[in-house]
């Protein structure tokens, strides 16, 4: 049986990888690049599947995609519907599952459902992505291309 300081730290942690992926939700809607970056280890890698097929490599190349992609948009909401954590000594894997939606200024419009498959690392007292792949289910515009 573990003792009450290793469940204590199981809980901690676990909270600590939600509070991560929920930050970068709200970072989504922010648009803050600087923040965004923070978020990961320095060679993290952010995979977004077909149909865009982008794959960034480095913390500074993911803030610039970042920002690449917040361009244009009036808003982007990420939503998370649900997610298992799974750790590992310094180490987690997580999978998420979730909704997106955005407004371009030109009025058109974005919605997507995907799948986060995330691999973590505990680096110098928190919680980092060391890689994000994005999965998308189903992706749907109106009006202008998004």
Not at 49 to 68: M, N, Q, T, V, Y
Not at 100 to 106: F, G, K, V
Request: negative net charge; glycine residues 6%.
């Amino acid at each position: 049986m573990t003792s009450i300081e290793e469940r204590l730290k199981a809980i901690e942690n676990e909270h600590q990888i939600r509070a991560l992926t929920d930050s970068f939700a709200d970072i989504c809607l922010s648009g803050n690049a600087q923040c965004f970056e923070a978020l990961w280890i320095e060679d993290g890698i952010w995979t977004l599947a077909e149909p865009l097929h982008i794959e960034s490599r480095g913390r500074d190349s993911i803030a610039k995609l970042f920002l690449k992609l917040a361009t244009g948009k009036r808003f982007f909401c990420q939503k998370l519907h649900s997610g298992i954590v799974t750790i590992s000594g310094d180490t987690a894997t997580a999978r998420w599952i979730l909704s997106e939606n955005a407004t371009n200024h030109d009025g058109s419009l974005y919605q997507s459902t995907a799948i986060y498959d995330d691999r973590l690392v505990f680096d110098d007292g928190r919680w980092l992505f060391q890689s994000r792949y994005c999965k998308f289910l189903d992706i749907s515009h109106t009006g202008n291309n998004c």
